[in-house]
């Protein structure tokens, strides 16, 4: 068994090492999940089979060492060498190779549930989000408020709350599943959502924006314009670069392309049922639904609603809308 879980575990390290030198493309919820299945199985073998092995072979230690004592007594002799208590440790001791699979079960399935669940953690890359989530954010992702979904599958299997339009959402990026992207919904499903001349319009009607003092982005050494927005009932925080042009360069050929017009002014569509329209709060620096398309219900991960750390500034903490 030693030699089995020592292959067990370097297969582990080397699938989790080729994925940090960007060698393959990794899956943190299926190694997860392979983990959970790999020490499940080795705390029922521990549990039911070699702890009782052990737990045996002490017993018998125990009676040889009281009958062999017992002997001695018949012949005069009082006193016996060993430590029978030493050596009954050592016998009930977890060896290595199940300290380091059953002994960690406990923890991984908690993991599991926890991540799968309950709530995610994410690490936000890019300035997408700026001004409401800043690059190097740590942020909770609520996996159960549209509905749980099974783990690596992820299949729903409950309904949840639909999301709605000005949510901060976390979902599979259409073109390349593997990754996971977070905007903001700006359009549900049966909405028309236009944003010409920088301006946003869902339904036809448009939506309220005040101005506020300009934003410095420390990433960038400059400043932005920056507007206060309100999509539904939720306000929220949106930055616009003078420099950059209204109209959408480069857009893919992506599935329901057919549903949106591009012009010199940018880009009018309407959301296709089953579908979202996502958009960044930096829109001048947000490769969103504009260029890629709309996401499908089934790309959802989660409700993203937390900054429980950014290790710059701990100001940072709290939640978000």
């Not at 690596?152 to 409950?158: A, E, G």
């Not at 300009?214 to 009932?233: A, V």
């Not at 992506?254 to 017009?261: I, L, Q, V």
Request: aromatic letters at 14%; hydrophobic letters at 45%; charged letters at 20%.
């Amino acid at each position: 068994m030693q030699a089995i879980t020592s292959a067990v575990l370097a297969a582990f390290v080397l699938y989790a090492g080729s994925w940090y030198l960007g060698m393959i493309e990794g899956n943190f919820a299926l190694l997860l999940f392979m983990a959970t299945v790999v020490t499940g199985v080795y705390w029922l073998a521990e549990r039911f089979y070699f702890l009782p092995q052990r737990q045996q072979a002490a017993r018998t230690l125990e009676a040889n060492d009281s009958k062999r004592r017992q002997d001695l007594d018949k012949l005069g002799i009082s006193q016996a060498d060993g430590n029978v208590s030493e050596a009954k440790a050592r016998l009930l001791m977890q060896p290595w190779w199940l300290d380091w699979t059953a002994g960690l079960f406990p923890v991984i399935i908690a993991v599991f549930f926890l991540r799968s669940f309950l709530f995610e953690p994410f690490k936000i890359p890019s300035g997408s989000m700026v001004p409401t989530l800043l690059v190097g954010d740590l942020i909770l992702v609520n996996k159960f408020t549209y509905g749980l979904r099974l783990p690596v599958l992820n299949i729903k299997i409950s309904e949840g709350n639909k999301p709605q339009p000005g949510d901060v959402m976390v979902f599979r990026y259409p073109p390349k599943p593997s990754l996971d992207y977070i905007k903001r919904v700006v359009g549900v499903p049966g909405d028309t959502v236009a944003y010409l001349n920088k301006r946003l319009t869902i339904n036809g009607k448009s939506v309220a924006t005040t101005g506020l003092p300009e934003f410095f982005d420390e990433e960038h050494m400059r400043y932005f314009k920056q507007f206060e927005e309100q999509i539904g009932d939720k306000k929220h925080r949106l930055l616009n670069d003078d420099d950059r042009p209204a109209f959408v360069p480069g857009a893919d050929n992506f599935a329901g392309r057919d549903a949106c017009s591009y012009t010199v002014e940018g880009v009018t569509c309407r959301v296709p049922d089953g579908h979202y329209f996502m958009m960044g709060d930096n829109r001048d620096n947000s490769l969103d639904s504009r260029y890629w398309g709309f996401v499908p219900e089934k790309n959802i991960v989660g409700k993203a609603f937390f900054v429980w750390m950014n290790f710059g500034s701990l100001k940072r903490i709290g939640s978000f809308d």
